[in-house]
């Protein structure tokens, strides 16, 4: 079974960066993509960005343009380049499969306040 660990996230002002990291247990995110979910207090789950094996990108429409997905197939890991952040985007942020189905790992928790 495959387990993703998140890393980067933090505690950042309105219009600031950050990027987040996934490492995934084994060889993965080249076959099977990946993509970030992210989770507000008493939110559901859902889907920000996604990468195909072959580097397909969708993202979540209030994202365009401010985040960008990458897959790093040599080291194994995907990131999220976070600009121009806003409190909306505050969030525990997960890292998965390109359609969400395994195991959910811990999460990183990104906090966007003045």
């Known amino acids: 079974q495959v387990q993703f660990v998140e890393s980067g996230g933090g505690l950042v002002q309105p219009g600031g960066s950050l990027r987040l990291s996934c490492t995934a247990s084994?060889?993965?995110?080249?076959?099977?993509?990946g993509a970030w979910y992210r989770q507000a207090p008493g939110k559901q789950r859902v889907l920000v960005a996604q990468?195909?094996?072959?580097?397909?990108?969708n993202y979540l429409d209030s994202v365009k343009g401010r985040f960008t997905i990458s897959k790093d197939s040599a080291k194994n890991t995907m990131d999220l380049q976070m600009t121009n952040l806003m409190p909306d985007d505050t969030a525990v942020y997960y890292c998965?499969?390109?359609?969400?189905?395994?195991?959910w790992g811990q999460g990183t928790q990104v906090t966007v306040s003045s």
């Open positions: 998965n499969n390109y359609s969400g189905s395994r195991a």
């Open positions: 084994r060889t993965f995110f080249n076959t099977f993509g």
């Open positions: 990468i195909s094996s072959g580097g397909r990108t």
